[in-house]
């Protein structure tokens, strides 16, 4: 009964190639992230959706396009990846309102060679 | 810029020692939360601190919180080999929702047994 799943854990993939990593909550949260953690363990929010409505993009590349169908699910798709697109991208969720902490993906680690 | 930076980068202390480690941020916050990240994992959340409180408890867990100085410190009390993690404090904006958290750069620990 996993809260935040998503997929794939891993992916190696060629510079230049498109690719997109699925997430989704069973908590009946309303809003879901997308968090980017690079090699030194630095951690930056890069999407912010709440009942499937983006209210955050960090100054994100345009390659990045975040889609959410339904509040339950954020999926990420990458185009035209490149060798700084490597890190491991995390999917959490909330409620937007009150004070709470967020639930956690366990992460997809994203390989560009 | 970032806004919250850990202190120290690392800390190794012996089982059953208590591990204090601290957190400083740049701006007003509506809350502040502890985070903890096993190797190869998602983000676990610990422990949320309003900003209108100063001290809280969860288990072995003790956070505190000074706003005039823009500082908060976890202490976890007789550590077990299983702390060992890199933990992360993480602020959100006043006058905002949950709608972005912003990290600190971590504190890796390690629990000799």
């Known amino acids: 009964d996993t809260a935040v799943s998503q997929t794939p854990k891993y992916l190696v993939t060629q510079m230049g190639n498109d690719k997109s990593i699925k997430c989704e909550q069973n908590?009946?949260?309303?809003?879901m992230y997308w968090y980017k953690q690079d090699s030194k363990k630095f951690l930056k929010i890069m999407f912010s959706?709440?009942?499937?409505?983006?209210?955050i993009n960090e100054t994100v590349p345009n390659r990045f396009s975040p889609k959410s169908p339904d509040k339950a699910h954020l999926n990420l798709h990458i185009n035209s990846l490149e060798l700084g697109d490597s890190a491991v991208y995390f999917c959490?969720?909330?409620?937007?309102?009150?004070?709470?902490?967020?639930?956690f993906g366990s992460g997809t680690r994203l390989t560009v060679v | 810029s970032q806004q919250g930076e850990e202190d120290p980068q690392a800390l190794s202390i012996q089982e059953g020692e208590n591990a204090t480690m601290n957190c400083s941020y740049k701006t007003s916050i509506n809350n502040l939360q502890w985070y903890r990240q096993n190797s190869g994992r998602g983000l676990v959340h610990l422990i949320l601190i309003r900003s209108n409180e100063r001290e809280k408890h969860s288990g072995r867990l003790r956070v505190t919180l000074d706003t005039s100085k823009k500082s908060s410190s976890l202490l976890i009390t007789a550590s077990r080999a299983a702390d060992t993690a890199s933990y992360f404090c993480a602020t959100g904006r006043p006058g905002f929702g949950n709608e972005k958290l912003t990290f600190g750069t971590g504190t890796r620990l390690t629990i000799i047994p």
């Open positions: 959706y709440n009942n499937k409505e983006l209210i």
């Open positions: 908590l009946g949260h309303d809003t």
């Open positions: 959490a969720s909330s409620h937007l309102t009150g004070n709470y902490g967020y639930t």
